[in-house]
C-alpha cells in the first residue's frame, strides 16, 4: 500500500487533479480509499505533533499543493499556522473525505445501489471529516471559526443520524467521536452539549468518576496525614480485551528533585491500587473531564487541586514507578498531554516552576530526537487527546520564560515561530522596540503580505492606518484588523460612533469573540446607545467561558423601581419597563429558573405607581396596555376596556401641546401614526382577543351589551383622533407617507361598528401583512440559526443586509414598533434552508447526476436555429417528406419589434403545430402520471408573487408590473404557471381526499410567461420576453421523504420524456448561487443545442419544502388532525422555445430542414396539419 500511495505522489501532479479525480486514480491503482486517508493523515500528525524519525520522507507533496492548501485554509481572514509541515497533505485528507461523504450518502439514498453494490460506510469517512475539522482549527489557533463550528455542527448532525439509523459502530470510533464532539463543543463554548457529549462517553466506557478524598502527606517533614483529594474510578462492566503486558514507550517525566515537597501525594492507605486499570480510551475520558472543569470552574488554586487530581490518575497510569505501582499502561499522546498540562498548572508554583519548565523543555526537545520513531509513538491514539503541536509546547516553554524574566531565551524561540506578538512584547522589555519594527518590515518585504503581519507593524509603530492596510489585505475578511482599529477609536480617539462600526464589522466576521463583546458593550455604553450595549453584553454572558447563563434578576429590579419611587417620587425608565415587560409576556426564566409571568401582578402593581407619579408618558401607558392585553389564562372584558383606555391615553399623551409641533417631526409621525394603528388593531380584534363566552348566560348577554357600547363609543373617539391627526398632516404636508397611512385607517374603521368576523383585507394596505410567512422571531436570538442563516445567505450569494435585520430586530424586541414592517419585509426575503446534497458555491460548482445520449456530429457545420429560420426553401419543398420542414418558412426572429417588441419570436404552419404537438405530448405524459390539468390566470396580484419566492422590487427582478388599482392593489403578469398554480391552491386545506394517493397531490398547467430578463448576448429563442411552458406543481404531506419521493418522480418523468424526444441531455445538481429564495434543493435539465455548441437548460425542478405554503397559508390535514403547512414542488415540463430551438439544432438536415421527432409524429399526423390549414410563410425584409 505504501508503494502505491508513494508512487502516486512521485508520478502525477496531485494539486492538479480534483476531488473526483483523485478517487478514481486510488479505485484504478487498488488503492482503498479509506487506507490513503487514514496513512495522510497519521503522516500530518506525526510531522507536526509526534515528531520521531520517518521511514517515508518522499511523501510529502508539493510547494505548489502546500501554497494552494495555505490559501484554501484560510477563515474568516484567519490563516493556518504557516509553519506547520505538509498542509497540502492535511488539505488532500480534507477534501477527501468530505467528498466520500458526499458519495457515500447519495449512493445510501439510491437503494437500487445499495442492492447491487457493497457501499462504503459513511460513519467513518465522518469521524474523518470532524478529525480534519479538529486539526483545521487547531491551525487557526485560539481564534474561533464560524466557519468550521458551522462545519462541525453539520458533521454532528450527520453522525447523529447515522447512529440512529444504523445503530452502534465501532467502538474505539464512537468513542473517539464523543471525545472529539465534547473538545470542539467546549471549544466553541457549548459547555451544555460539551457536558452531554462526556457523560455519553462515560456511559459508552461504562465508567463513573469522582471526587474523594483520603488521608496523606506532601512533604517530606509533614508527620501527621492531612485530606487531599484523588480521583475515585468505579467501572460497571469488565474491560474488553486485555492490557499488553510490554511497557509502553512514552516520553520522559522529570521528577520534581526539591527539599521540601514530596514528588506526589503519598497516601496513607493505597488508594491508587483501588482503582481498576484504565484502558487508553478511559484515560482519555479523564483528561476529558479536566478540561471541562477548567472551564466551569473560578481560576483559583482549588480547581488546580482538582485539576491535578485528574492528571496525576492519567499519570499514576503511564509512569507507575514514581508511585510505587506495578504494571504502566498508556501511549505517546496520552502522557504528552498529561505532562503538558500538568506543566501549565504548576509553572504558577514557586517550588513546581523549574519542574514546569523543564519539563515543557523535555517535551519539545523530544520532537526532534529520532528515537524512538515515529511509527512508535501511537499516532492511532493521537485523536483521542488534545496533545499539543511541537510549536505549542515551544511557545508555551517560552512565555514561561517571559514570565520569569528570560526575555532573550524566550525572543529566540518566539523569532522561530514568527509569535509577532510576543516578539514585540519582548523587544519593549529589552527596550529595542524599534528591533521589532525592523523584523516585521523584513517580513513584509520578503512578500509574506499577510494581514497579521500588518497588524503587528500597527501595534509596534502605533499607526492605525496598517490596520487599514490590514483590512485591504485580507479583502474585508480580517477580524483581527477591524479589532484593533475599533480599540484606537475607543481609547485613544474617543470616537465611540466610528469604533462601534468597527466592532460591527469584526464581530460580523468572527462573533465567537467573548471579551470583544464585552468591549463593544462598554463602547456602547460610552456612546449612549443602550440597546446594542444590552445585546452585546447578552451575547458575550452568552459565550464568555466563565459564565454560561444570563442573569434574569428581575423581581430585584421591580423591587428597585419601587425604591426609586419610595426616594424621588416619581420613576420613569421607559428601557427598563419595556425589558420587564417583554420578560412577563414571553414568559422567560429569571435567575432562580422560575418564570417571570408569575410577576405578572408585580409589574401591574409598578405601572400603577408610575402612571400615577408621572402620567404624561406615552411609552410608559402603551407598556401598561400591553401587560393587561397579556392576561391569562383568557383576557377578561373588564381588562380588555382598561388596556384600551391606556392606549387612547397614549395617544393622547403624544400629540399634546406640551410636544409642540409634533407633525413636523418625522420620528414624532411615525409614533403617532403607529399608536393609532396599534389602538384601532386592539379594538378591531375584540373577538380575536375575548373568545364568545359557549354557553350563554343572562349576566354574560349583559356584559356581551356592555362590551359593544364601549366598543362603540371608543370607535368614534378613534374615529375623531384620526381626523385630527388627519388635518393636522394636511396642514404640513399631505404627501408625506405618514398622511397616506392615516387615509387607509378610515375605510377600516368604516362598517366596523358591527360584531361580525371583520373580512381580512389581504391586499389593500401597506400595513397589513398579506401573505406574511409565518416566523418564530425568537429564533432571530438564537446564535446556532443566526450563523445556519448567515452561513445560507452567503452559500446562495444573497445581497440581503441580514446584519441589519437583526438590529432592526433588537428595536423591536426593545419595545420600537416602528421597525415591524422593515423587519418583516427582510424576513420575507430570507431564503429556504439548503439540502445537503446541494454543492457549494458559483454556477460552476454544479454536480452532474446524469447524462443521456451523446452528442450529435456530423459531416457538415450545425447550423443555430437563428441562421436555420434564413435558410430559404427550394421550390420544390413541398415533394419533400411530410415528416421534413424548412424552418425559413415559419419561423420569424427578425422585425418583430414593431409588432411584439424585441426578443421575440412568431411561430408558423408546421413549427405552430409544432408547438401544439408539444404541448399535447407533455400533456398526455403528465396525465398518465397523475397530474391533474388546471387553467391559471396570466395576471396575478403582487402579495401571491412574492409568497411564492420571487421579488418584485429591484434591479434582481424579472416581472412585469401592471398599474395598481383602485384598491392600490399592484397587479403583476405572471412569470411562470408555478405562481398560479400556487394562488390557486392558496387558503386551502388537503388531505387524501383531494387527490388519489394518501400523501401527494399533482396538478399541471398550460400557461403564457413573462418575464423582463433577456440578455442580449444570448441566442434568440433561446431567452425571450413572453413563452409558452407547461408547469408541473405538486404538494405532499408535511414530511421530508414524502417531498423527496415527489422530487425523484418528477425528475424520472422529465428525463423519461426528453429522452423520448431523442434529446442528449444532462442532469445537473444545482449550486448555492442558482437557488432562488424559496428552493430548498434544484436540479436542472440542460439539453445540447448543437448549433450553438452548448448546454442549454430546458428545464428545472424545485423542493421548496413549506416555504410557499407557509406564505400562501396552503395547509394538509395529518391522520392526527393537524393541518400543518404543506410542502411545495415545481418543475418544467416544456419551456416551448427552448424545447423547439433544441429539436430543430438537434433534427436538422444538410439541406436546411427538420426531421420531426418520432414521438410526435403521430399527434401531428391525427391533426392533419398539411392539409386542413393554410400555411402562413414569412418572408424577410431588411
Known amino acids: 500500500m505504501l508503494e502505491k500511495i508513494r508512487s502516486i505522489f512521485s508520478e502525477i501532479a496531485v494539486d492538479q487533479l480534483t476531488d473526483e479525480q483523485l478517487i478514481n486514480i486510488l479505485l484504478e ?9 487514514d496513512y495522510l493523515l497519521r503522516k500530518f500528525v506525526s510531522t507536526n505533533f509526534l515528531g520521531g524519525r520517518e521511514d517515508d520522507t518522499d511523501i510529502v507533496g508539493s510547494e505548489k499543493l502546500d501554497n494552494a492548501a495555505a490559501a484554501a485554509l484560510v477563515c474568516e481572514g484567519e490563516v493556518p499556522f504557516k509553519q506547520a509541515k505538509h498542509l497540502g497533505i492535511f488539505w488532500l485528507c480534507k477534501r477527501t473525505s468530505k467528498r466520500m461523504c458526499e458519495i457515500s450518502k447519495t449512493l445510501v439514498n439510491l437503494q437500487t445501489f445499495a442492492l447491487i453494490f457493497s457501499l462504503p460506510k459513511l460513519f467513518p469517512y465522518l469521524l474523518f471529516s470532524l478529525k480534519c475539522v479538529y486539526l483545521h482549527q487547531y491551525l487557526i489557533g485560539q481564534e474561533r471559526s464560524q466557519q468550521l463550528d458551522q462545519e462541525f455542527q453539520d458533521l454532528i448532525e450527520a453522525c447523529e443520524s447515522e447512529l440512529s439509523l444504523h445503530g452502534s459502530v465501532a467502538q474505539e470510533e464512537e468513542t473517539c467521536y464523543l471525545l472529539l464532539s465534547a473538545y470542539l463543543s467546549v471549544f466553541y463554548y457549548r459547555y451544555e452539549i460539551a457536558n452531554d457529549f462526556a457523560d455519553r462517553c462515560s456511559n459508552h466506557l461504562h465508567l463513573t468518576i469522582n471526587f474523594s478524598g483520603a ?22 462492566h469488565e474491560l474488553n480485551g486485555t492490557v499488553s503486558s510490554d511497557p509502553p514507550i512514552l516520553p520522559k517525566i522529570v521528577s520534581l528533585n526539591d527539599d521540601t515537597l514530596l514528588n506526589t501525594v503519598v497516601f496513607s492507605c493505597d488508594v491508587v491500587n483501588q482503582n481498576p486499570m484504565l484502558s487508553l480510551e478511559e484515560q482519555s475520558l479523564v483528561l476529558l473531564l479536566c478540561e471541562l472543569h477548567r472551564l466551569v470552574h473560578p481560576r483559583d488554586e482549588l480547581t488546580c487541586e482538582q485539576r491535578l487530581a485528574y492528571i496525576t490518575t492519567v499519570l499514576q497510569q503511564a509512569y507507575p514507578a514514581s508511585t510505587d505501582n506495578g504494571h504502566s499502561y498508556s501511549s505517546w499522546p496520552i502522557a504528552t498531554e498529561a505532562l503538558f498540562q500538568r506543566s501549565l498548572i504548576e509553572h504558577s508554583s514557586v517550588r513546581k516552576t523549574e519542574r514546569a519548565l523543564s519539563q515543557l523543555e523535555e517535551l519539545a526537545n523530544q520532537f526532534d530526537r529520532p528515537d524512538p520513531p515515529a511509527c512508535e509513538r501511537g499516532s492511532e491514539y493521537f485523536f483521542l487527546t ?25 525572543l529566540d524561540v518566539f523569532l522561530r515561530w514568527n509569535q509577532w506578538f510576543d516578539i514585540i512584547d519582548c523587544y519593549t522589555h529589552l527596550n529595542k522596540r524599534e528591533k521589532a519594527e525592523e523584523l516585521i518590515r523584513a517580513q513584509l518585504d520578503s512578500g509574506d503580505q499577510s494581514p497579521e503581519l500588518y497588524c503587528a507593524l500597527g501595534d509596534v509603530t502605533n499607526n492605525r492606518d496598517y490596520y487599514v492596510q490590514a483590512w485591504d489585505v ?24 466610528k469604533a462601534i462600526e468597527c466592532f460591527e464589522k469584526s464581530l460580523s466576521i468572527n462573533n465567537l469573540q467573548a471579551s470583544l463583546w464585552f468591549t463593544f458593550g462598554c463602547c456602547c455604553l460610552q456612546a449612549k446607545q443602550y440597546a446594542k450595549a444590552e445585546n452585546a453584553f447578552r451575547r458575550c454572558v452568552q459565550i464568555d467561558p466563565e459564565i454560561s447563563v444570563d442573569v434574569g434578576c428581575f423581581t430585584d429590579t421591580i423591587q428597585a423601581c419601587h425604591r426609586l419611587l419610595d426616594l424621588r417620587g416619581k420613576f420613569s425608565d421607559d428601557q427598563v419597563l419595556a425589558a420587564l415587560t417583554l420578560a412577563v409576556t414571553s414568559d422567560v426564566t429569571d435567575q432562580s429558573e422560575q418564570p417571570a409571568s408569575r410577576l405578572r401582578l408585580k409589574l401591574l402593581e409598578l405601572f400603577g405607581r408610575v402612571t400615577a407619579s408621572s402620567p404624561t408618558s406615552a411609552e410608559v401607558w402603551r407598556l401598561y396596555a400591553t401587560l393587561l392585553l397579556d392576561e391569562k389564562p383568557a383576557l377578561q372584558p373588564v381588562t380588555f376596556q ?26 414624532k409621525r411615525k409614533v403617532v401614526v403607529n399608536g393609532l394603528h396599534t389602538w384601532a388593531n386592539t379594538v378591531l380584534d375584540v373577538h380575536k382577543l375575548i373568545p364568545p363566552n359557549p354557553e350563554p348566560t343572562s349576566e354574560s348577554d349583559i356584559r356581551t351589551v356592555g362590551q359593544e ?42 362598517g366596523s361598528r358591527l360584531f361580525t368576523h371583520r373580512s381580512c383585507m389581504v391586499y389593500c394596505s401597506s400595513w397589513t401583512e398579506a401573505f406574511q410567512s409565518s416566523f418564530d422571531l425568537a429564533k432571530l436570538s438564537d446564535p446556532v440559526f443566526v450563523e445556519q442563516t448567515r452561513t445560507n445567505l452567503l452559500a446562495r450569494e444573497s445581497t440581503l443586509n441580514f446584519d441589519h435585520m437583526l438590529k432592526l430586530y433588537e428595536r423591536y424586541r426593545a419595545g420600537d414598533l416602528e421597525v415591524k414592517s422593515s423587519l418583516f419585509n427582510l424576513i420575507k426575503q430570507l431564503p429556504n434552508s439548503t439540502h445537503p446534497l446541494t454543492p457549494v458555491g458559483d454556477p460552476s460548482k454544479f454536480r452532474q447526476l446524469y447524462c443521456h445520449g451523446s452528442r450529435r456530429i456530423a459531416d457538415w457545420k450545425l447550423k443555430d436555429a437563428a441562421t436555420l429560420a434564413t435558410i430559404v426553401p427550394p421550390p420544390t419543398a413541398r415533394s419533400i417528406s411530410p415528416y421534413r420542414l424548412f424552418v425559413g418558412n415559419h419561423l420569424r426572429l427578425k422585425n418583430t419589434s414593431l409588432a411584439a417588441g424585441p426578443r421575440t419570436y412568431y411561430l408558423g404552419g408546421p413549427l405552430a403545430h409544432l408547438e401544439d404537438a408539444l404541448i399535447s405530448f407533455t400533456l398526455h405524459r403528465l396525465s398518465e402520471a397523475g397530474f391533474a390539468l388546471v387553467s391559471v390566470p396570466d395576471i396575478l396580484p403582487e402579495p401571491v408573487i412574492e409568497a411564492c419566492g420571487f421579488t418584485t422590487r429591484g434591479k434582481r427582478s424579472q416581472v412585469y408590473k401592471i398599474c395598481p388599482s383602485e384598491s392600490n392593489l399592484t397587479y403583476c403578469l405572471s412569470g411562470t404557471a408555478e405562481m398560479g398554480l400556487a394562488g390557486f391552491c392558496a387558503g386551502r386545506t388537503f388531505d387524501s381526499q383531494d387527490s388519489d394517493e394518501s400523501t401527494t397531490l399533482g396538478l399541471c398547467a398550460v400557461s403564457r410567461c413573462f418575464r423582463q430578463e433577456a440578455p442580449h448576448q444570448e441566442p434568440p429563442l433561446y431567452r425571450v420576453h413572453q413563452f409558452t411552458k407547461v408547469e408541473m406543481f405538486a404538494l405532499t404531506a408535511p414530511d421530508t421523504c414524502t417531498a423527496d419521493a415527489m422530487f425523484d418522480k418528477i425528475l424520472k418523468l422529465q428525463i423519461s420524456m426528453f429522452a423520448d424526444l431523442g434529446l442528449h441531455f444532462r442532469v445537473l445538481e444545482m449550486p448555492t448561487s442558482e437557488l432562488g429564495n424559496s428552493a430548498h434543493r434544484k436540479v436542472d435539465i440542460e439539453a445540447w443545442m448543437p448549433g450553438e455548441n452548448m448546454y442549454g437548460e430546458i428545464s428545472s425542478t424545485s423542493n421548496c419544502l413549506d416555504y410557499q405554503s407557509q406564505g400562501l397559508n396552503i395547509r394538509w390535514s395529518l391522520p392526527s388532525g393537524n393541518a400543518n403547512f404543506a410542502y411545495t414542488l415545481n418543475g418544467t415540463a416544456c419551456a416551448v422555445p427552448r424545447m423547439v430551438k433544441a429539436l430543430l439544432e438537434t433534427y436538422q438536415n444538410q439541406d436546411g430542414t427538420i426531421t420531426i421527432p418520432e414521438v410526435l409524429r403521430p399527434i401531428l399526423a391525427k391533426n392533419e396539419f398539411e392539409s386542413s390549414h393554410p400555411e402562413i410563410h414569412f418572408k424577410l425584409t431588411g
Not at 392 to 406: P, T
Not at 651 to 659: A, G, Y
Not at 709 to 715: M, P, Q
Request: hydrophobic share 45%.
Open 474 to 497: 485580507s479583502e474585508h475578511r480580517s477580524a483581527r484588523a477591524m479589532r484593533s482599529l475599533a480599540i484606537v477609536h475607543m481609547y485613544i480617539d474617543k470616537d465611540y460612533e
Open 215 to 236: 488521608l496523606g502527606k506532601r512533604t517530606r517533614f509533614q508527620k501527621a496525614d492531612v485530606a487531599n483529594l484523588w480521583i475515585q474510578i468505579h467501572r460497571t
Open 642 to 667: 382598561r388596556a384600551v383606555q391606556y392606549l387612547q391615553t397614549a395617544h393622547r399623551c403624544r400629540v399634546q401641546p406640551s410636544e409642540g409641533n409634533w407633525e413636523q417631526s418625522a420620528e
Open 386 to 410: 488534545r496533545m499539543p503541536s511541537v510549536w505549542v509546547l515551544q511557545i508555551e516553554q517560552a512565555r514561561l520564560l517571559k514570565k520569569l524574566g528570560c526575555y532573550k531565551s524566550a
Open 709 to 750: 357600547t364601549f366598543i362603540n363609543s371608543n370607535l368614534a373617539s378613534l374615529r375623531l383622533s384620526i381626523i385630527a391627526v388627519k388635518g393636522r398632516f394636511k396642514l404640513s404636508a399631505p404627501k408625506m407617507r405618514s398622511f397616506r397611512r392615516i387615509l387607509m385607517l378610515l375605510p377600516e374603521l368604516a
Open 29 to 37: 491503482r487498488s488503492v482503498s480509499v479509506f487506507a490513503f486517508v
